[in-house]
């Protein structure tokens, strides 16, 4: 039984900054990514920010030098800083691990959301 569990959303201000984390729990052998991804009203669901096993890592133009992704391998979390946050970035955002298994694409494990609402 994996799950993941996300936490860090609420309300806050334009300007204003969140953290959200991310902990995975149960039996997941190789983690090849982790990621971020936000889905507002009305809107596809897009990638925020992902990171590698490497660790290396990229971002939606949009956010790029206000969000950061990092991780804790210790405790399989990840984490997103999200500074200087707008209106328009309100959504709900959600955690992926995406996993290697027998050297090929493993499950892929989704967060159950998190809401992020910023107030104009």
């Known amino acids: 039984q994996v799950q993941l569990v996300e936490s860090g959303g609420g309300l806050v201000q334009a300007g204003g900054s969140l953290r959200l984390s991310c902990a995975a729990s149960g039996s997941i052998f190789s983690i090849n990514t982790m990621g971020w991804y936000r889905q507002a009203p009305g809107k596809q669901r897009e990638l925020v920010a992902i990171?590698?096993?490497?660790?290396?890592?990229n971002y939606a133009d949009s956010v790029k030098g206000r969000f950061t992704i990092s991780r804790d391998n210790t405790k399989n979390t990840v984490y997103l800083q999200m500074n200087s946050l707008e209106p328009e970035e309100t959504a709900v955002y959600y955690c992926?691990?995406?996993?290697?298994?027998?050297?090929?694409?493993?499950?892929?494990?989704w967060g159950q959301g998190t809401q992020v609402t910023v107030a104009s």
């Open positions: 992926n691990f995406r996993t290697i298994y027998k050297a090929t694409t493993g499950p892929a494990y």
């Open positions: 990171m590698t096993s490497s660790g290396n890592t």
